[in-house]
């Protein structure tokens, strides 16, 4: 599938403030599952100066610095045309080591999995980790059938609250109070995952959704399978990732994937505005 991806962002400040340099995390990536064709990223005030970085962990981000001029607001308009291909998120085999939970990743894999094992980095709890143990056994501890199963748990009993800005809640509290946006669902898949020995990442980015209504950035969990290498999961809408995902960046911690970060100088409050419009080749012919 071919997408057209328009993403405008808006902060508009309270009052006058200055720009300290920010990180814009808007590129689609490029990886075996998508390509990407076409990017663009425009700013308003125009910087002084900015720069593409490959991050440690591939994610590609535009570094921008303003001159010390007051502004009162700051706009991000992103444009990307990517294609995807996953039609099967399914097509692969584990390696025979790594049918049961809990396994082992070799020594070959844990340097570089060891940030994404880590449970205290998303303030694992005893009721997260009891409840994804109760889970594993649920489902016979075959990984699949676990992921499957938690994809779905929270999907059916959690309720789905927006909340554009914030860090995402803590997991136990998701799992408390069964409700929170999607970036909470993911971080309380990721718990799970982790509790049981799953490499478990964040990933923000878009799904497909209604072509015809706006929609907004997205986030889901990628589990690192032996055999399957990253693969996607989608608690908020309970699905496999497949070609109706279009991924930006992927970050063990989630603050690190977040599409815009920075700060300003001065007292001012910020609001922020955010549009995202997702075409098709026919839609985007019509528009």
């Known amino acids: 599938m071919r997408y057209h991806i328009h993403h405008t962002t808006t902060y508009t400040y309270s009052q006058a403030v200055i720009l300290n340099p920010h990180r814009v995390r808007l590129q689609p990536r490029c990886d075996p599952f998508q390509v990407l064709e076409q990017t663009s990223v425009t700013l308003d005030p125009i910087p002084l100066g900015q720069s593409v970085i490959l991050d440690a962990l591939g994610n590609s981000i535009l570094r921008c610095w303003w ?3 007051p502004v009162e607001r ?5 444009h990307s045309v990517v294609v995807t291909s996953c039609t099967n998120p399914f097509n692969y085999l584990l390696e025979p080591w790594a049918t049961q939970l809990p396994f082992d990743y070799p020594r070959s894999l844990l340097p570089a999995l060891s940030p994404y094992l880590e449970s205290e980095e998303l303030g694992g709890s005893p ?4 409840f994804a143990q109760d ?5 016979r501890r075959n990984p699949q059938e676990f992921l499957f199963g938690l994809n779905q748990y929270i999907y059916h009993h959690c309720q789905y609250v927006s909340r554009l800005e914030g860090p995402p809640q803590p997991p136990y509290y998701t799992l408390k109070h069964q409700s929170g946006c999607c970036r909470d669902f993911v971080l309380l898949f990721m718990a799970a995952c982790r509790a ?3 490499a478990a990442r964040f990933v923000s980015g878009y799904e497909q959704g ?23 999961y989608d608690p908020t809408l309970g699905l496999v990732v497949c ?3 279009v991924a930006i960046a992927a970050h063990y911690r989630p603050l690190a994937a977040a599409p815009i970060a920075g700060t300003h100088q001065g007292q001012a409050s910020a609001t922020l505005t955010s549009k995202v419009r997702i075409l098709t080749d026919e839609l985007e012919i019509k528009v």
Not at 74 to 78: D, G, Q, S
Not at 127 to 130: F, I, L, Q
């Open 67 to 69: 001159s010390p001029r």
């Open 74 to 78: 700051l706009t991000v308009m992103a």
């Open 127 to 130: 009721s997260v980790a009891e």
């Open 135 to 139: 889970l594993m056994l649920e489902h």
């Open 196 to 198: 049981v020995g799953l």
């Open 210 to 232: 209604d072509l015809k209504q706006e929609q907004t950035l997205h986030a889901w969990a990628e589990v690192y399978l032996p055999g399957a290498g990253w693969r996607g």
């Open 243 to 245: 070609d109706r995902h």
